[in-house]
């Protein structure tokens, strides 16, 4: 059984930052890529960032240059640390995953279950 956990979540003012993190438990034999996704309301699901599990970065447009990304292999770790926050950016945040429970299946995707983002102007 996989788990991902997110926290970091929480209320900030324009111009503002926060950071989020996430942490994978249970059985894990591998992780790939890792990534965060945000829904805001009456929107889908948007990718914000993802790392792979060299270090490789990814970001969307909206955040380049505010958001940085970061994982920590050895603890099964991810983190988003988010500067310069807009209202644009309230959502609710996810913590993705993929990951191998052994050599010989898988990946498969595993979500969190989402933090909120609210950014006030």
């Known amino acids: 059984q996989v788990r991902l956990v997110e926290s970091g979540g929480g209320l900030v003012q324009a111009g503002g930052s926060l950071r989020l993190s996430c942490a994978a438990s249970g059985n894990i034999f591998s992780i790939n890529v890792m990534g965060w996704y945000r829904q805001a309301p009456g929107k889908e699901r948007e990718l914000v960032a993802e790392?792979?599990?060299?270090?490789?970065?990814n970001y969307a447009d909206s955040v380049k240059g505010r958001f940085t990304i970061s994982r920590d292999n050895a603890k099964n770790t991810m983190s988003l640390r988010m500067n310069s926050l807009k209202p644009e950016d309230t959502a609710v945040y996810y913590c993705k995953a993929l990951i191998k429970a052994d050599v010989y299946d898988g990946p498969y995707a595993y979500w969190g279950q989402g933090t909120q983002v609210t950014v006030s102007s």
């Open positions: 790392i792979t599990n060299d270090g490789t970065t």
